[in-house]
């Protein structure tokens, strides 16, 4: 059997040398029937070397991702409840509550520019992690910062994330989202911490929307934020499965987490399954159901009879049963609370192991009901993201 020919020229023609054991010659006139022979195992053989190094070289680009995607999944489902901002009031409420949720134990603190408070979230955390008389309850290191891009900002990233560090008094984010996945048209970022009005939240009905900005853009200044050191890891929030999928076909670094509403009446099972199978950590806000946000009209989800059952059967309330139930579905919480009591309750309800028949009764409360709908805010635009 001929393992590897070397072409050779003499004057006699094209001679080939055989490389088995015996290295024999084979003379020209067997040319034409063991040259094509032998060119189609070369182009085989090249075949299969090109292709291997091809697989090889995807192989290692998809390991590098998937490493970053697992690094990135252990730090962000470290901390399986985080304590929401959403509309805790900014002087009176945010320092008591960041304070007690610090000593209740929480370690992962979701904020974003349009709460309108992280500059008061950044106060009580300085005063957390330099205490008084050298009574320091954490470090800035035992927490994890989570932060959001305000759509005004999807050209402006960079600078938009340095004033989210100095609201909060930080020099990194451990995790900054995408918000929404539409921009504004851009407003002036002012100079001072805070921001002076709610303008970084309005789309005049949608008139504001810039359909010209691709989040393919507005991915990489994300990505340059990680080169710099400005944030540790991205991620997006409010992402559907097709522009979440479109995202990751051109993502140098995938995102971390999709932060999107999910609680018992919503449970998004589809996009859950779509996230873990890219790598993409499905984090739930709104996981116990906006009591605050929703319309007098709409469901109170903490009222539902088989939550209700559920949780006397467990001795533990109906929130502690929606936390443990998003837990026990291989999502992590954001919950908002300002009172110790509910605080150290969430906390403690990550812990709570939900039977299989009180999964299933839960997986049976799903009606696709949201309680933030972009389509009264945004109109038509709206349908870009949940069409």
């Not at 995408?178 to 009005?197: E, L, S, T």
């Not at 509403?261 to 993409?280: F, I, K, M, S, W």
């Not at 009901?369 to 009264?376: A, D, L, M, Y």
């Amino acid at each position: 059997m001929i393992k590897c020919v070397l072409a050779k020229r003499d004057n006699d023609g094209m001679m080939l040398l055989s490389a088995t054991s015996s290295n024999r010659l084979i003379s020209s006139s067997s040319w034409s029937t063991t040259t094509v022979t032998t060119r189609r195992r070369r182009t085989a053989l090249l075949t299969k070397t090109l292709a291997a190094r091809s697989l090889s070289g995807a192989a290692a680009i998809s390991s590098s991702n998937h490493t970053i995607a697992a690094m990135s999944c252990s730090a962000v489902t470290q901390h399986r409840v985080g304590l929401g901002t959403f509309m805790m009031d900014r002087e009176n409420n945010v320092p008591a509550a960041i304070s007690t949720a610090l000593q209740a134990g929480y370690r992962r603190i979701d904020c974003a520019p349009v709460y309108l408070n992280e500059d008061c979230v950044g106060d009580a955390i300085q005063q957390a992690t330099e205490g008084n008389n050298g009574d320091v309850v954490v470090t800035r290191q035992d927490l994890f910062l989570v932060s959001k891009l305000a759509s005004p900002f999807h050209r402006t990233v960079e600078a938009a994330a340095r004033k989210t560090l100095r609201d909060l008094r930080t020099n990194y984010l451990d995790l900054y989202l995408i918000h929404w996945p539409v921009a504004f048209q851009p407003i002036d970022i002012p100079d001072q911490r805070g921001w002076p009005n709610a303008d970084i939240d309005e789309s005049e009905g949608g008139k504001r929307i810039d359909p010209t900005v691709s989040i393919h853009e507005t991915w990489r200044a994300m990505e340059a934020l990680v080169d710099q050191g400005l944030v540790k890891h991205i991620g997006v929030s409010n992402f559907p499965v097709s522009l979440l999928h479109e995202l990751l076909t051109t993502a140098r670094i995938p995102p971390a987490v999709n932060q999107c509403e999910a609680h018992p009446y919503l449970q998004q099972q589809r996009l859950v399954d779509y996230c873990n199978a890219r790598g993409v950590h499905f984090q739930a806000y709104s996981a116990l159901g906006t009591r605050g946000y929703k319309e007098s009209d709409e469901p109170v989800v903490l009222d539902d009879p088989i939550l209700r059952e559920i949780a006397a059967k467990h001795q533990v309330s109906t929130a502690a049963v929606c936390i443990a139930w998003a837990v026990q579905r291989g999502t992590t919480v954001v919950a908002k609370s300002e009172s110790a009591d509910h605080q150290a309750d969430n906390l403690a309800a990550a812990d709570l192991r939900l039977d299989t028949v009180d999964m299933k009764a839960i997986a049976g409360l799903d009606r696709g009901h949201r309680f933030f709908r972009p389509e009264e805010w945004w109109g038509a635009m709206a349908m870009a993201v949940f069409a």
